[in-house]
């Protein structure tokens, strides 16, 4: 194997000076910079990261803890887009990216001790099934600098998406379109739904429009399913909403099937509206009118603000990003 000593005796320069050639060092001239990294190159000079790891006391790695409560994993469209913008800004900026789980060789551990096990520099903590459970707070109050996306801890740096303008711009576009009577299925407990809900719940009462509780139904995200039974349930109300909201544009799947099934046409019958702006929801007919969220600037706002956090501890101050969406005009609701 290529040593450093190697590329050394090559260029004839001491260790140090390739050391700092390699990294970059302002102290060392462009032409000797080029010089060693051509050696480097023509040796087949391959940096050892548990070397490295021991001399800068960091591993150039990112832990990710993801867990969004469902069997989908990386297929789930919305955080494959995040965690895919945050993995390819962490490597632009020379990090890799590792997937924290609570297993080390069998054993069942922490998610904070199977960071210290993987000597990450720092943790980006993506849709939990509970952000309230023990290991996340484990996490949040442990010593490794830590992001959280669409969750807000009053110590941490959060990057959120803005759920409440969203949720506003959807009830405003309908109301536009001469819809009074709305249903609205939301997910399951989560600052998420809470915002979503509060938002829906005050943009109605500025409109001037009653929302009878029984047309608020929870179902759960990205589950056709639930979202199914909901969608009965609001259908065979005696005076039925005009226009239902769905938690996301994939549970609006079982919302759709449930109106095909009872003789009823979108948007004739009864329009719909989703969230997230996947594209599932621009494919199908009618065209679903939903709110994008910005996958790409949340996964790489957050990227970014770690790794801000890794190299400049002492001036990274926590705070809260908001991330604007915008809307996606279909033809699922009608103009009444």
Avoid: W
Wanted: glycine content about 8%; some cysteine; hydrophobic content about 35%.
């Amino acid at each position: 194997m290529v040593s450093i000593k190697d590329v050394a005796a090559k260029c004839g320069v001491s260790v140090a000076t390739v050391s700092k050639a390699l990294n970059d060092h302002s102290d060392i001239s462009g032409a000797t910079k080029e010089l060693v990294h051509h050696a480097a190159q023509e040796l087949g000079y391959r940096p050892n990261s548990v070397a490295r790891a021991l001399k800068t006391n960091r591993t150039f790695s990112l832990g990710v803890v993801y867990d969004d409560g469902s069997s989908l994993g990386l297929s789930h469209e919305y955080f494959s887009g995040v965690l895919d913008a945050f993995k390819q800004t962490a490597e632009a900026n020379g990090y890799d990216v590792t997937f924290i789980n609570r297993n080390i060789g069998g054993h069942l551990t922490s998610y904070l001790e199977h960071c210290h096990y993987r000597g990450v520099d720092g943790i980006c903590v993506v849709c939990t099934a509970n952000y309230r459970d023990e290991q996340i707070s484990e996490l949040i109050n442990g010593d490794i600098p830590l992001v959280t996306i669409d969750y807000s801890f009053h110590n941490r740096t959060s990057i959120i998406s803005d759920n409440v303008g969203g949720m506003e711009s959807l009830v405003r576009y309908v109301y536009e379109k001469g819809h009074r009577k709305l249903g609205f299925i939301h997910g399951e407990d989560t600052d998420v739904t809470e915002n979503r809900l509060a938002s829906f719940y005050k943009t109605c009462y500025a409109l001037g429009i009653d929302v009878p509780e029984e047309n608020v139904l929870e179902a759960k995200y990205h589950d056709p399913r639930s979202t199914a039974e909901c969608t009965q349930a609001l259908l065979s109300r005696k005076d039925r909403p005009t226009c239902i909201f769905f938690p996301d544009d994939f549970s609006y799947i079982g919302g759709i099937n449930v109106i095909k099934e009872a003789g009823l046409k979108t948007p004739e019958d009864i329009s719909c509206v989703g969230y997230d702006g996947i594209y599932l929801s621009q494919v199908l007919v009618p065209k679903l009118t939903t709110f994008k969220q910005d996958t790409v600037t949340l996964g790489s706002r957050a990227a970014k603000c770690l790794i801000d956090a890794v190299e400049h501890p002492k001036t990274c101050i926590p705070e809260r990003i908001l991330v604007k969406g915008y809307m996606l005009e279909g033809q699922s609701v009608q103009q009444l």
